[in-house]
């Protein structure tokens, strides 16, 4: 069974930086995009940025320039990097797999970690 464990969050204040991490329990080459997701308190979960396996970016326009997503295979570990941090940054940042594959598609998720940005 795929597991994602999400790690790196905490409370930090506005300006400041910190870098998630989320560790796949299966190979991370075998899922075709890995995103990194966000949901505030009341509010509907959003996607924040994601990379294929090719290693292309794409990122939400509010954290465009200021949050980098990466991915180190050999660890089997994405990662999100986050500067310059906002009080709208605020929520639980979830990791989710997506495998497409003879099988068919999935998407696996994480339980999340709390990111907290005090002004």
């Known amino acids: 069974q795929v597991q994602l464990v999400e790690s790196g969050g905490g409370l930090v204040q506005a300006g400041d930086s910190l870098r998630l991490s989320c560790a796949t329990s299966t190979s991370i080459s075998s899922f075709n995009v890995m995103s990194w997701y966000r949901q505030a308190p009341g509010k509907q979960r959003e996607l924040v940025a994601q990379?294929?396996?090719?290693?292309?970016?794409n990122y939400a326009l509010t954290v465009k320039g200021r949050f980098t997503v990466s991915r180190e295979n050999a660890k089997n570990t994405v990662y999100l990097q986050m500067n310059n941090l906002k009080p709208e940054d605020t929520g639980v940042y979830y990791c989710k797999a997506y495998q497409l594959d003879g099988m068919g598609q999935a998407d696996y998720w994480g339980q999340g970690t709390q990111v907290t940005v005090s002004s």
């Open positions: 990379i294929t396996n090719a290693g292309t970016t």
